[in-house]
């Protein structure tokens, strides 16, 4: 059960509705969505407050401005936005101010305006409360629909429900559900594969997961930060010098029996002396690395055995590609792994991000039980932590 508080529990009718989404999309050179899966998840909370005659007034972000970026104004996702709802989305040049309020109160049942780049203030970040009740003021009611960040401790994200009835959109109460599953009541056996480049943002549910899961499958860049911490050489594969001493630990933790799942590195990888389509390439097994030479792919060998594995589980979770799948010669561990996925007969859950878009690239997207629109937010959840952008909300009970 969900124990927060959601649309379906307010009436909306004629109140005027900020909803915060997490629309942070990729964007074309010319300046056109180039993903547009986060904007379809919100979709059916953004029909359900319209035909309940909601004003509906959207906010996210968009990249990483330092101040104003004209590259990102959030014009093609309103513009985007429009063309799947079927309707006008008004797009306003400014976040909070008197034009904005002007605008807002003009506004009729079933309309739908969207407020530019909330990261153009620094305010944003820094969860400035004045700034936060400036943005609230525009509203009656605060959604929150962007499980993708509710995970940071930002104004429009934890600043805007100390002024606002908070409630949930359909898109976060899925996210927590499903997530929640996992760390509730898995069917087992339950698999797990961790891979990526960054072992920082994987230590936390790394070790929550040797606790919880049945098989744990190490892949990707982060890898070789666990190999060299068992001795081996890995030439010139990326290594977190400083997370060194907490893979050790890690190993030795599974080595001396004190976790409750079986622990799988790479058996071999697919090296190159840099990262190019043109690059020549060798397969080696980890115990065979050349000096100069990088790993950018986990071998056959390993995938035969992380794939054969991953048949025996009925509920899977993902996290991070095998290697780097946008070049076809270190793709193939990433596909592997997405094939399993689509021809397991369990429940398939995906921790967003670039396991997303391996997915799409490799036309699996539409195969699994779900694929979560917040990678970093899915691994905090997934360590067992409160997220800030959910606590804030409602309470059911």
Request: net charge negative; aromatic share 10%; hydrophobic share 40%.
């Given at each position: 059960?969900?124990?927060?508080?959601?649309?379906?529990?307010?009436?909306?009718?004629?109140k005027?509705?900020?909803v915060?989404?997490?629309?942070n999309?990729?964007l074309?050179?010319?300046?056109?969505?180039?993903d547009d899966?986060?904007?379809?998840?919100?979709?059916?909370?953004?029909?359900?407050l319209i035909?309940?005659?909601?004003?509906?007034?959207l906010v996210?972000?968009l990249?990483?401005?330092k101040?104003?970026?004209?590259?990102?104004?959030?014009?093609?996702l309103?513009?985007?936005?429009?063309?799947?709802?079927?309707?006008p989305?008004?797009?306003?040049?400014?976040?909070?101010?008197e034009?904005?309020?002007?605008?807002?109160?003009?506004?009729k049942?079933?309309?739908?305006v969207?407020?530019?780049?909330?990261?153009?203030?620094k305010?944003?970040?820094?969860?400035?409360?004045?700034?936060?009740?400036e943005?609230?003021?525009?509203?009656?009611?605060?959604?929150?629909d962007?499980?993708?960040?509710?995970?940071?401790?930002?104004a429009?994200?934890?600043?805007?429900?100390?002024?606002?009835?908070?409630?949930?959109g359909?898109?976060?109460?899925?996210?927590v559900i499903?997530?929640?599953?996992?760390?509730?009541?898995?069917?087992?056996?339950f698999?797990a594969?961790?891979?990526?480049?960054k072992i920082?943002?994987?230590?936390?549910?790394?070790?929550?997961?040797?606790?919880?899961?049945?098989?744990l499958?190490?892949?990707?860049?982060?890898?070789?930060t666990f190999?060299?911490?068992?001795g081996y050489n890995?030439?010139q594969?990326?290594?977190?010098?400083?997370?060194?001493?907490?893979?050790?630990?890690?190993?030795e933790?599974v080595?001396?029996g004190n976790?409750?799942?079986?622990?799988?590195?790479?058996?071999?990888?697919?090296?190159?002396?840099?990262?190019?389509a043109s690059?020549p390439?060798?397969i080696t097994?980890?115990?065979?690395f050349?000096?100069d030479?990088?790993?950018?792919?986990i071998?056959?060998?390993?995938?035969?055995t992380?794939?054969k594995?991953?048949?025996?589980a009925?509920?899977?979770?993902?996290?991070?590609?095998?290697?780097v799948y946008?070049i076809?010669?270190?793709?193939?561990?990433t596909k592997?792994?997405?094939?399993?996925?689509?021809?397991?007969?369990?429940t398939?859950?995906?921790?967003?991000?670039?396991s997303?878009?391996?997915?799409?690239?490799?036309?699996?997207?539409?195969?699994?039980?779900?694929?979560?629109?917040g990678g970093?937010?899915?691994?905090?959840?997934?360590?067992?932590e409160?997220?800030p952008?959910?606590?804030?909300?409602?309470?059911r009970?």
């Amino acid at each position: 059960m969900f124990s927060k508080l959601t649309i379906r529990d307010y009436d909306v009718s004629n109140k005027k509705v900020l909803v915060r989404v997490d629309y942070n999309v990729p964007l074309t050179e010319d300046g056109q969505v180039a993903d547009d899966t986060r904007i379809l998840a919100t979709l059916p909370t953004l029909r359900y407050l319209i035909n309940k005659g909601a004003k509906v007034i959207l906010v996210t972000h968009l990249g990483r401005p330092k101040g104003y970026d004209p590259r990102l104004r959030v014009d093609p996702l309103a513009e985007a936005l429009a063309r799947y709802l079927g309707r006008p989305v008004r797009k306003i040049d400014r976040t909070v101010g008197e034009e904005v309020k002007a605008f807002v109160e003009i506004m009729k049942p079933g309309d739908v305006v969207f407020l530019e780049n909330i990261r153009f203030h620094k305010e944003e970040k820094e969860n400035d409360l004045e700034f936060a009740k400036e943005l609230a003021s525009l509203a009656d009611v605060y959604v929150n629909d962007a499980f993708g960040t509710s995970h940071r401790k930002h104004a429009s994200v934890v600043g805007v429900p100390n002024f606002l009835p908070a409630l949930a959109g359909f898109l976060l109460e899925r996210e927590v559900i499903h997530l929640s599953k996992l760390l509730e009541r898995p069917n087992r056996p339950f698999h797990a594969i961790l891979g990526g480049n960054k072992i920082s943002d994987k230590l936390g549910v790394i070790q929550k997961f040797l606790q919880i899961v049945d098989c744990l499958y190490i892949g990707g860049g982060m890898c070789f930060t666990f190999l060299k911490a068992m001795g081996y050489n890995v030439g010139q594969s990326i290594v977190w010098e400083d997370y060194l001493e907490e893979a050790k630990r890690i190993l030795e933790e599974v080595k001396n029996g004190n976790a409750n799942c079986r622990f799988f590195l790479p058996e071999d990888v697919v090296l190159a002396p840099e990262i190019k389509a043109s690059a020549p390439v060798k397969i080696t097994s980890v115990e065979n690395f050349y000096d100069d030479w990088r790993g950018l792919d986990i071998g056959p060998r390993t995938i035969e055995t992380f794939s054969k594995k991953l048949l025996e589980a009925k509920t899977i979770f993902w996290n991070g590609p095998m290697g780097v799948y946008e070049i076809e010669k270190f793709s193939k561990g990433t596909k592997a792994i997405c094939e399993a996925l689509a021809y397991s007969e369990g429940t398939t859950i995906v921790g967003g991000g670039d396991s997303d878009a391996a997915l799409r690239e490799f036309g699996y997207s539409g195969l699994m039980s779900f694929v979560s629109t917040g990678g970093g937010a899915s691994l905090k959840f997934l360590e067992g932590e409160s997220l800030p952008g959910v606590d804030v909300l409602m309470d059911r009970y």
